[in-house]
Structure formats: structure tokens, C-alpha cells
């Protein structure tokens, strides 16, 4: 079982607005990351847990604030948005945090903020 | 300077067509990975093949098939008899220590 799941799929939100997107797998995998893709662009990363601790911060704004409950589940906090914070939001896990290693990555969210 | 380039941006073939995708990548690291990944228009990036730096035999699976040149430093990927499901946007990608760097993309789009 290959699969990484995130919800919502879709979300629009004002720039006051508080949410969360969600992350989870049961792969096993230690490592979670999230990703934000603007079109036709690759992804950017944004964050890595390792073991459940943050491991990389991508200089993101505060206004983005992950959270790794336990080792399947990835959270990230939105507050106070931009319009051009407007984007897919991926999240990924591998095995472990490595060069070697693979990444699976979820479906999306696709974010618009109003 | 780009870790990892795809000079091709967007790519149109009919139906049964054969067509490559370049990826051309710049590392000074002796250990390395080689990845290439397909996104579909539904947005999820899905894994195709992973290659290390220390294995230069190229691999086949099924219609793909990818030729990896440490002299050129390029890991092509080409697919045999294009199929209307396999336009997407595809993605090499270069992993050395910790740093995952992406390519830009190149977008293939399959006629039928």
C-alpha cells in the first residue's frame, strides 16, 4: 500500500481565515514533507519531519505552521493567508530522510485564497 | 545555477509515437539519485523509478524505459507507443545528502 491521503481536496478561504490541511499514511514511513506547487512549476518544498521532529523550515512564512502529531499524520496550520499563497499544497513520505529514499506523494490540496 | 534541467518544456505526439524526455542534471557528488515522476492533471506527482549514481545499466518497464550516462550526466526516459494516458506533466529529479532538487517539468501531451 502506496498511498499517501490529504484533505481536503479543494479549499477556499478568506485572508482572515483560519484552517488546516491534513496529511496521514500508513506506509510506516518516518519522514513527512510538505510541498507547494504554483502551475506549471515544480514543487517547492516546504517543510520536512523527520521521526515526528522538524527537521527542514524552508524560510516559510509564519503564516504556514506544520504540526506532526505522530509518525502517520502531518498537519499544516494556515492563518492569515495571501492571495498569492493560492496553490497545490503536497504532502509526501519516505521511508526515511535520505537521499536514497523515495518520496509518495498525496493528491493535493488545491488552495485559493479570496 | 539549475540543478536539473529539462530543456523541453512541452512535447505533442501522436498516438503510438515513441518520444524521449531529456533531463540533464549537475552534481558534484560521487553518491547520488536519479528520479523521474508523473503528474497527471489530477496533480498527484506518482514515482516512477528511482536510479543510483553507481548503476549505469539503463532499465526497462514495460513501454518506459530510461538510459542513465554518468558521461553526460543525463537520465533520459522514453516511452514506447505512446498512450493518450500518458500525458502529464513529468518531472526528474536529482537527490544527493539531504537536498531533493526538482526540474522544471517537461509537459507531454499525447494525441490521439
Known amino acids: 500500500d502506496t498511498e499517501v491521503t490529504q484533505t481536503p481536496k479543494h479549499l477556499v478561504m478568506g485572508m482572515t481565515n483560519k484552517k488546516s490541511l491534513k496529511c496521514e499514511q500508513h506506509?510506516?514511513?518516518?519522514?513527512m514533507y510538505w510541498y507547494k506547487q504554483k502551475a506549471k512549476k515544480p514543487p517547492e518544498l516546504m517543510f520536512v519531519?523527520?521521526?515526528?521532529?522538524?527537521?527542514i523550515n524552508e524560510s516559510v512564512p509564519s503564516r504556514f505552521s506544520p504540526e506532526c502529531p505522530n509518525s502517520s499524520l502531518l498537519n499544516l496550520h494556515l492563518h492569515a493567508l495571501q492571495p498569492e499563497d493560492s496553490a497545490l499544497y503536497l504532502c509526501?513520505?519516505?521511508?526515511?530522510?535520505?537521499?536514497?529514499?523515495?518520496?509518495?506523494f498525496g493528491p493535493g490540496t488545491r488552495l485559493t485564497v479570496t | 545555477a539549475q540543478k536539473v534541467t529539462q530543456a523541453q518544456t512541452e512535447i505533442s505526439v501522436v498516438e503510438k509515437e515513441d518520444v524521449t524526455l531529456d533531463c540533464v542534471y549537475e552534481?558534484?557528488?560521487?553518491?547520488?539519485?536519479l528520479f523521474w515522476y508523473k503528474q497527471p492533471p489530477s496533480g498527484e506527482l506518482v514515482f516512477l523509478i528511482r536510479?543510483?549514481?553507481?548503476?549505469?545499466q539503463n532499465e526497462i518497464s514495460g513501454r518506459y524505459s530510461w538510459n542513465f550516462q554518468k558521461s553526460t550526466s543525463s537520465f533520459n526516459f522514453t516511452i514506447t507507443a505512446s498512450q493518450v494516458v500518458d500525458s502529464a506533466v513529468y518531472f526528474c529529479?536529482?537527490?544527493?545528502?539531504?537536498?531533493?532538487?526538482f526540474g522544471t517539468g517537461t509537459s507531454l501531451t499525447v494525441i490521439p
Open positions: 509526501a513520505s519516505s521511508q526515511i530522510q535520505g537521499a536514497a529514499y523515495e518520496q509518495y
Open positions: 529529479a536529482l537527490s544527493e545528502w539531504n537536498q531533493f532538487y
Open positions: 536510479r543510483n549514481s553507481f548503476d549505469e
Open positions: 506506509m510506516g514511513h518516518r519522514a
Open positions: 552534481t558534484r557528488d560521487t553518491t547520488y539519485y
Open positions: 519531519y523527520s521521526y515526528e521532529k522538524l527537521s
